[in-house]
């Protein structure tokens, strides 16, 4: 494995923020990857970084530092349907390589 | 555009049977990938398909696993026979270079969950 390590759960409120962290060991790193699953269905895409820095899309955000092996995924103005489960995944190799991914964090949002 | 189709959602079976998942990628997609979620973890990698080659297949169980692609686009994904153990997701993804506004994003399919007895 690649060492991808990030929480097994978390809790927060609607409309509050929530910042799920996510730390890894790899070499040939090549992006990681952020996709959100609800209960039984398929992984969607949410964000990626390659390089240092934050990337913000909408109510999303997604911070690396590839130094320290660590990326942070950042969801604002909760909503219920924000519950679900967010899994942290590392691309080592090709831009076609494998991903690696950690276990995922469930998040449940309460009103 | 369509996403990643796959069938049949659900698969329950008894150990020993041999069963087979199908995946259709998205249109134009080279890149095609078969991962197994299993409860409470994430998906892990068991083979990646460039158009027909099977280019990464590390992880396959080769001894009861097997895969094709035969064309270059669809592809089928077997087990024979199947053992407790196996009970999983199994979730079909893609990629292509020109792939939305990232490179090389896999999207994936909703799964067969299999579940054997």
């Known amino acids: 494995g690649q060492n991808i390590d990030q929480p097994t759960e978390m809790t927060a409120t609607e409309g509050a923020i929530v910042q799920i962290n996510c730390t890894y060991q790899t070499s040939g790193f090549n992006g990681l990857f952020w996709y959100q699953q609800h209960a039984g269905e398929a992984p969607t895409f949410l964000s990626y970084n390659v390089l240092d820095g934050l990337e913000e899309k909408g109510r999303f955000s997604s911070f690396l530092s590839r130094s320290k092996g660590y990326s942070y995924l950042l969801l604002k103005e909760l909503q219920m349907k924000d519950s679900a489960s967010y899994l942290c995944?590392?691309?080592?190799?090709?831009?076609?390589?494998?991903?690696?991914f950690g276990r995922g964090t469930q998040l449940t949002v309460w009103p | 555009e369509a996403g990643v189709v796959q069938s049949p959602r659900y698969k329950i079976i008894e150990k020993k049977q041999p069963v087979a998942f199908w995946c259709n990628p998205i249109s134009g997609h080279n890149t095609l990938y078969w991962y197994r979620q299993n409860l409470g973890q994430g998906p892990e990698l068991l083979i990646r398909?460039?158009?027909?080659?099977?280019?990464?297949d590390s992880q396959l169980p080769k001894d009861r696993f097997s895969a094709e692609r035969l064309k270059g686009v669809d592809s089928t994904l077997k087990i024979q026979p199947a053992e407790l153990g196996d009970s999983a997701v199994y979730l079909c993804?893609?990629?292509?270079?020109?792939?939305?506004?990232?490179?090389?994003?896999?999207?994936f399919g909703p799964g067969t969950r299999l579940t054997v007895l």
């Open positions: 995944a590392v691309r080592k190799g090709s831009t076609l390589g494998r991903l690696y």
């Open positions: 993804a893609s990629s292509s270079r020109r792939s939305g506004l990232v490179a090389d994003t896999q999207y």
């Open positions: 398909y460039e158009n027909e080659e099977a280019v990464d």
